[in-house]
């Protein structure tokens, strides 16, 4: 495994992020990204997480919808749910963490778990 690839599930752009600040105060429990929910508040990056990210000997890379569906739309972007956390080498890509588990995670800390479970 060369890096594990976060995909949200939202949209890149300020406007987009906007809409997400306000929906996350609004009606956070209707919030459609569990990624975003554990790892970020409703304008910054989680401590925590974020020092997990920094320290992590794994590369992550972290992209919105259309930023994943343009770069690998050709090969994977059909076959995804999001939000979704893959794996990827050189030759190929695969599910790490699914939707539905994501789904699941009630913090940073269950996040965290999940993947030094599966590293």
Avoid at 33 to 51: A, D, L, M
Avoid at 80 to 100: A, K
Wanted: with cysteine; net charge negative.
């Amino acid at each position: 495994m060369e890096k594990l690839i976060f995909v949200y599930n939202a949209y890149s752009g300020t406007q987009n992020a906007v809409l997400d600040a306000l929906h996350k105060l609004i009606k956070p429990n209707t919030y459609a990204c569990s990624i975003c929910k554990v790892t970020h508040g409703v304008f910054s990056e989680n401590s925590r997480w974020k020092k997990y990210r920094q320290t992590s000997d794994v590369q992550m890379e972290f992209l919105y919808i259309d930023e994943f569906q343009k770069r690998y739309a050709s090969k994977f972007g059909y076959k995804y749910t999001f939000p979704i956390v893959l794996w990827e080498d050189e030759v190929e890509m695969g599910i790490f963490i699914p939707t539905e588990e994501l789904e699941r995670t009630q913090n940073e800390e269950d996040l965290i778990k999940l993947i030094e479970e599966r590293l």
